[in-house]
């Protein structure tokens, strides 16, 4: 089995910063692409950051410039750092990644979602 667990989200003021980590651990053979996503109450599920094994990195537009995504390979672990959040970023945000485990089999996985919340 292969787990996803994130960690770091809270209750932060507009302006101010956070950092979400994500660690997947269990039955890892590679871990291939790593991302956040977020969904905010009524709103369908959107991607925030991307990025690949080889360490190139994508971004919603809401979000250049704020968000930094960044991996510990070494630690099976994905990271977003969040700067000058807005109320706008409030989300639940997920990690989700491509795994493939020890019997060779390729699937995407995701993590159980940590709450962001930015107040004006």
């Known amino acids: 089995q292969v787990q996803l667990v994130e960690s770091g989200g809270g209750l932060v003021q507009a302006g101010g910063s956070l950092r979400l980590s994500c660690v997947a651990s269990g039955s890892i053979f590679s871990i291939n692409a790593m991302h956040w996503y977020r969904q905010a109450p009524g709103k369908q599920r959107e991607l925030v950051a991307t990025t690949t094994s080889g360490g190139r990195t994508n971004y919603a537009d809401s979000v250049k410039g704020r968000f930094t995504i960044s991996r510990d390979n070494a630690k099976s672990t994905v990271y977003l750092q969040m700067n000058s959040l807005r109320p706008e970023d409030t989300a639940v945000y997920y990690c989700?990644?491509?795994?493939?485990?020890?019997?060779?089999?390729?699937?995407?996985?995701w993590g159980q979602g940590t709450q962001v919340t930015v107040s004006s």
């Open positions: 989700a990644a491509g795994i493939t485990t020890i019997t060779r089999v390729l699937r995407d996985y």
